[in-house]
């Protein structure tokens, strides 16, 4: 039996981008190759579709969930399309899938069964704040996100503070959270350690400030509940 592919389909930051402006070509070409689409949300692969395909094709376009509510033994589910020789997408809410969000688990899965597994170029937000940053791109460690309660959130900056000799710390928080954890930051990182905060990345109102801890407690930058990139280096 032919196994069929899974194709790694980038997705804009912000859903008010273009896609044609923000997405290479080939994208769209996949798209409309695909046998059915795997995304977070239902909402959110719809939205995705509505960019490439016409009302009807989207209509027509299975869709399945994955998510962080998705169980491993959900994964042979999704993949049985592809063990049938079909060719489906996989999709994050925004960037790249697998990077900061669910899906490595499957293409493991694709990897032990044979599936063919394409990826496209496409933006992400860790990476181009890391670009913009200043900060070392020979060696960095990404941590998602950070705890929640205060008390185990603390301990955490002040490990990865450690671990920022040389080597670039990268984490991301929800927006609401954006402006509290900048605030954390200014008071219990080393004045000499450098912070850059990369707010709303390929947006027209974008700020990336790179600046020294002491630096950053005289600045008047506020953040209201924007999505943004943390990086440290010391």
Known sequence: MTMGKLFLLPNLLDEMLSSEISLPASVGVAVSALG?????????????LRRFLTHDQMAQMPLRLLNEHTQKRELEELIEPMRKGETWGLISDAGLPCVADPGSDLVTLCHFYGIHIETFAGPSSILM?????????QHFTF???????????????????????????IWIEAPYRSSKMLELLKTYLSPKTRLCVAVNLTLPDQRVVSLRIEQWKTLEFPLKKEPAVFLIFS
Do not use: M, N
């Open 36 to 48: 059915g689409l795997i995304a977070e949300s239902e909402k959110s692969a719809r939205r995705y």
């Open 143 to 169: 941590h998602g996100y950070l705890p929640r309660e205060v008390p185990d959130l603390e301990r955490k900056l002040i490990e990865i503070e450690q671990q920022s000799h040389g080597s670039t710390q």
């Open 129 to 137: 704040a890391l670009q913009l940053s200043g900060f070392s791109g």
